[in-house]
């Protein structure tokens, strides 16, 4: 709105005119622009953004989590701003704006959205977005903290035993996995599959709990096996074989997963993947039987092993993400035991009309 005021001092006189235009209560504060998000780490970012103030407020959430326009925190000083404490494999995004002189605030900026990177104590849930067609320009990479590992040398004392992989896709054939170790061995996961299935893994299902996992156990199908099936979950073989990286590397430090997109229209979320380390050399738990099942209880026996070894069952509610090593998973429970165990062994305070999964595994 244009406000013009005009008065006539004598007749005769020309006007004296002076008008105005009403100021933006923030334009002598300019808002941030530029916000930048660099240096990401599975619990790190460092922010930045054009340098406008000497104070800042900032708001961060998380997902698809709406601005309620209330900082989160207050910034004395000039940026960039080095966030600590982040969760892993998790959608952020982030608003500034400036405090003024004279007390009041600037708009807030435009937001801009970042990703931490993976963390394979953290394998889900994941919700990061698949770019369509991304074959073309060179696939999409997520990095994957791996911090806590039985073992320093791949294939001699500690294995990669399993990945497990829950990708939602309308049209899952679409997809090409690659997985990266630290020391730059590279194989691919997955590719080939049927034309019209869709999903791998069921993201209707438990988030944690309905995986693939990609293995070379005895038992494991070839992908060829799913076709026909939407939502398949269970064990089957990579599209090339694990043992690469079976090559003396240590499996601390940051793996890659590639995924890449290869036609149009179809969109694809990544909602789970973690690595599944084994010492070596350890052998699986044989011969388990559940016996004497009742309405809280049931009775547990298997092929006792070498005295001294201990033993891990893990138990949950059917479909529920088994752990590793001594630490149960989401949703499941934990009983430790050293070989040998007096058998059977009895699980007292189960829920009634539910369905459980157990697993045993052995820490040599």
């Known amino acids: ?18 008008f105005s235009l009403p100021l933006s209560k923030y334009a002598a504060c300019p808002r941030p622009e530029l916000l ?65 002189p004279d007390g009041t605030r600037s708009e807030w900026s435009v937001p801009k959205s970042f990703a931490t990177d993976i963390n394979n104590a953290r394998p889900c849930p994941l919700l990061f ?26 294939g001699n004392d500690v294995v990669l035993r399993g990945i497990r992989l829950m990708v939602e896709h309308p049209w899952r054939s679409d997809l090409r996995i690659w997985l990266q170790s630290p020391d730059g061995t590279r194989i691919q996961l997955i590719g080939g599959l049927n034309a019209g299935d869709k999903n791998i893994g069921d993201p209707a299902g438990d988030p944690c709990a309905q995986f693939v996992e990609l293995t070379e156990l005895p038992g ?34 940051i793996w890659q997963l590639e995924i890449c997109d290869s036609k149009t229209n179809d969109k694809g979320k990544l909602r789970l ?22 309405e809280t209880s049931a009775a547990l026996s298997w092929i006792s092993g070498i005295s001294g070894d201990s033993i891990v069952i893990e138990y949950g509610p059917a479909g529920f993400y088994p752990g590793t090593g001594s630490e149960a998973g989401a949703g499941g429970a934990v009983i430790l035991l050293q070989e040998p165990a007096a058998q059977p ?5 189960l829920a009634t009309l539910v369905n459980y999964d157990v697993y045993l595994r052995r820490l040599c």
């Open 1 to 18: 709105m244009l406000c013009l005021l005009f008065s006539q001092t004598a007749p005769g006189s020309p006007f004296d005119l002076h």
């Open 36 to 100: 930048q998000a660099s240096q990401i780490t599975d619990s790190t970012a460092l922010l930045t953004w054009t340098d406008v103030g000497d104070q800042y407020e900032l708001e961060l959430v998380t997902g698809s989590q709406a601005f309620s326009g209330i900082p989160t925190q207050t910034i004395n000083g000039n940026p960039p701003l080095q966030l600590n404490g982040l969760e892993p494999g998790q959608n952020y995004r982030f608003q500034v704006r400036v405090v003024c």
């Open 129 to 154: 977005d698949l770019r369509d067609t991304s074959c073309n320009s060179g696939g999409q990479f997520f990095k994957v903290h791996v911090d806590d590992v039985p073992g320093v040398s791949l």
């Open 220 to 253: 494991a199908l070839p992908l060829s096996e799913a076709a026909e099936q939407d939502n398949f979950t269970g064990n089957y073989l990579p599209l090339e074989s694990l043992a690469p990286f079976s090559n003396g590397q240590n499996p601390k430090g």
């Open 273 to 294: 993947f973690g690595l599944v380390f084994a010492p070596a050399g350890c052998p699986e738990v044989e011969g388990l039987s559940i016996n004497n099942v009742a």
């Open 345 to 349: 062994l009895l699980l007292e305070g």
